[in-house]
């Protein structure tokens, strides 16, 4: 791809590169991005470190540099960008923790997924503290913690997956909730005690992963959904 490619396209608001096999790092200098709304860079062979130092999106709204092949990221940096309401850096090779402010500071944040990385620390529960989530995804990295009995608050929350961590604690009652929950995968973590689902709150899901835990006692039986595995 030309380094010139961007020069001369001041207004430029979506740049979108998905589905290719472009390689070698991500060159934030080579696009003018003060106007950029938009960066998709999904399904790609880029290496390196994800560049935010040199962006410069003041009104960047989504960014997906999901499916490459990128080790390198400063999450903090991630929070100067108010305005961003979709944040998808799934499946690549980045590492460190998740700063306690990532969802205080980004109040429009609606999708966020970092799954399939090594993600490791803490999830922040300040993600209990914002209304307009979506769609919450850290499955596959080495996050620990407890699922915060704020989270009845997410009343806008379709898709929790939290598989292949470090979770711990039991299932809050609270979760029940949530009407417009559709997906929750919590296998593979380290979460002890009963199932307090209640299938008929629980209406609009369809898809319910909770294998591999240290759960106990009786299952709730839920005949309308297509997804539901318990052991």
């Not at 090779?93 to 944040?109: A, D």
Request: aromatic share 8%.
């Amino acid at each position: 791809m030309p380094e010139t490619l961007f020069y001369q396209l001041n207004k430029l608001e979506h740049i979108d590169l998905s589905d290719n096999s472009l390689s070698g790092g991500i060159n934030a200098d080579t696009i003018s991005l003060s106007h950029v709304r938009s960066i998709f860079l999904s399904k790609n062979l880029f290496t390196g470190s994800l560049p935010l130092d040199r962006f410069k999106p003041t009104d960047l709204e989504h960014l997906d540099v999901s499916n490459n092949e990128l080790d390198g990221l400063d999450f903090s940096l991630i929070l100067n960008y108010k305005n961003l309401k979709t944040l998808d850096l799934s499946s690549n090779f980045l590492k460190g923790s998740i700063p306690e402010h990532t969802f205080t500071s980004l109040q429009e944040l609606q999708y966020f997924n970092i799954s399939q990385n090594d993600f490791s620390g803490t999830l922040p529960s300040t993600y209990t503290e914002h209304t307009n989530i979506t769609h919450l995804d850290v499955h596959a990295n080495r996050l620990q913690g407890t699922i915060p009995l704020r989270i009845s608050v997410l009343s806008n929350l379709q898709h929790i997956n939290l598989q292949g961590n470090r979770f711990t604690g039991s299932l809050p009652s609270e979760l029940n909730q949530l009407k417009n929950l559709n997906t929750l995968v919590l296998s593979h973590n380290e979460i002890k005690g009963s199932i307090p689902f209640d299938p008929t709150t629980l209406q609009n899901i369809d898809r319910l992963h909770l294998q591999n835990n240290k759960l106990s006692g009786q299952a709730p039986i839920f005949s309308n959904m297509t997804s539901y595995i318990t052991d």
